[in-house]
């Protein structure tokens, strides 16, 4: 499936109140002036300035940042099947939204969503949607300044979107340090299985759930979602690489770390499982990104394919 014509993934990096102020308004007047649904979204204190200055109309709505944006992936796929569902009920009317992603507790959690902004083109690139980013380069560091203008294909100079000189195709920010993925522990794995053919699968699945049980306090939920997660990478891994294929598994208290890696040949695109699949489309790593935290997808050192998994309890 080809990009959407009316799809556009942009950012603005701002240093004043009154710019952003003025974006913004720029970027409502032209989303309804196109005929599009608005939405502008952030903190409840930014949201009621927002409706202050704004002329209501009735395709202009306003969110919150703390229902919007829970976990990176959850938001991403949450954003997907809500653009989806769209598609059906109001057809190809475009959603513009405007808002600032949020910075993250801690270097960790922000690269996190700088890999959510780095997998927005692919997850939503085939909807008619336009994004606007907002960036306060007052309160953000520089180094998120640097991955959100990599991130975004166009970005907004004098209210005006123009290419953005920055951009980096997503599957090769993936590999820099600034989306900093994910790895697998240092430490000795907690358990080590190896699959030869489809009759292994079961016991591979049992062992997956065994180990969480008896050396992880995770949520049985959670165990059975990664207990799925592994179940099928590692099935792909038996038909679409090569065996043996190798489940690796780490516990902590409330994380499960998993790496499969296959014997074929390699060269997973880094990207594979973020569009949505649509008709009658194998839903393969798509589903399986939507049951895990991260999932990042590799070259094996000896050859092969390798990804990862990663899962902890999720609040309801």
Same mark, same amino acid.
């Given at each position: 499936?080809?990009?959407?014509?009316?799809?556009?993934?942009?950012?603005?990096?701002?240093?004043?109140?009154?710019?952003?102020d003025?974006?913004?308004?720029?970027?409502?007047?032209?989303?309804?002036?196109?005929? *599009?649904?608005?939405?502008?979204? /952030? +903190?409840a $204190?930014? !949201? =009621? %300035?927002?409706?202050?200055?704004?002329?209501?109309? &009735?395709?202009?709505?306003?969110?919150?940042?703390?229902?919007?944006?829970?976990?990176?992936?959850?938001?991403?796929?949450?954003?997907?099947?809500s653009?989806?569902?769209?598609?059906?009920?109001?057809?190809?009317?475009?959603?513009?939204?405007?808002?600032?992603?949020?910075?993250?507790?801690?270097?960790?959690?922000?690269?996190?969503?700088?890999?959510?902004?780095? *997998?927005?083109?692919e997850?939503? /690139? +085939?909807? $008619?949607? !336009? =994004? %606007?980013?907002?960036?306060?380069a007052?309160?953000? &560091?520089?180094?998120?300044?640097?991955?959100?203008?990599?991130?975004?294909?166009?970005?907004?100079?004098?209210?005006?979107?123009?290419?953005?000189?920055?951009?980096?195709?997503?599957?090769?920010?993936?590999?820099?340090?600034?989306?900093?993925?994910?790895?697998?522990?240092?430490?000795?794995?907690?358990?080590?299985?190896?699959?030869?053919?489809?009759?292994?699968?079961?016991?591979?699945?049992?062992?997956?759930?065994?180990?969480?049980?008896?050396?992880?306090?995770?949520?049985?939920?959670?165990?059975?979602?990664?207990?799925?997660?592994?179940?099928?990478?590692?099935?792909?891994?038996?038909?679409?690489?090569?065996?043996?294929?190798?489940?690796?598994?780490?516990?902590?208290?409330?994380?499960?770390?998993?790496?499969?890696?296959?014997?074929?040949?390699?060269?997973?695109?880094?990207?594979?499982?973020?569009?949505?699949?649509?008709?009658?489309?194998?839903?393969?790593?798509?589903?399986?990104?939507?049951?895990?935290?991260?999932?990042?997808?590799?070259?094996?050192p000896?050859?092969?394919?390798?990804?990862?998994?990663?899962?902890?309890?999720?609040?309801?």
């Amino acid at each position: 499936m080809s990009t959407h014509p009316a799809y556009r993934h942009g950012v603005l990096v701002h240093d004043t109140d009154d710019e952003l102020d003025r974006a913004v308004r720029a970027f409502v007047e032209r989303g309804l002036a196109a005929g *599009a649904d608005v939405m502008v979204h /952030g +903190t409840a $204190p930014q !949201v =009621a %300035l927002r409706r202050e200055a704004l002329d209501p109309h &009735p395709r202009l709505t306003f969110g919150l940042d703390e229902e919007l944006y829970q976990e990176p992936t959850r938001t991403l796929f949450a954003y997907q099947r809500s653009l989806a569902e769209r598609a059906e009920t109001v057809g190809d009317r475009a959603l513009w939204v405007t808002g600032t992603v949020p910075l993250g507790h801690d270097l960790a959690e922000q690269a996190a969503w700088h890999r959510y902004e780095c *997998a927005v083109d692919e997850a939503l /690139g +085939t909807f $008619p949607f !336009v =994004a %606007l980013c907002t960036y306060d380069a007052r309160t953000r &560091p520089d180094w998120v300044v640097a991955a959100a203008l990599a991130t975004h294909s166009s970005v907004n100079q004098r209210l005006e979107d123009r290419r953005n000189p920055s951009y980096v195709a997503p599957a090769t920010l993936l590999r820099t340090p600034l989306a900093a993925a994910p790895e697998a522990p240092t430490s000795a794995p907690t358990a080590v299985a190896e699959l030869h053919d489809r009759g292994d699968l079961p016991a591979a699945r049992s062992l997956v759930e065994d180990v969480a049980r008896r050396h992880s306090a995770v949520s049985p939920r959670t165990i059975e979602q990664l207990r799925v997660a592994v179940s099928e990478v590692a099935t792909n891994g038996l038909v679409h690489g090569r065996p043996p294929v190798r489940v690796t598994l780490w516990t902590e208290l409330g994380r499960l770390t998993c790496v499969v890696e296959d014997s074929g040949r390699g060269n997973l695109d880094p990207m594979t499982g973020y569009r949505h699949p649509g008709g009658a489309q194998s839903l393969g790593l798509w589903a399986t990104r939507q049951l895990v935290d991260e999932l990042v997808n590799s070259d094996a050192p000896g050859g092969g394919c390798r990804v990862l998994l990663t899962l902890g309890d999720q609040p309801d």
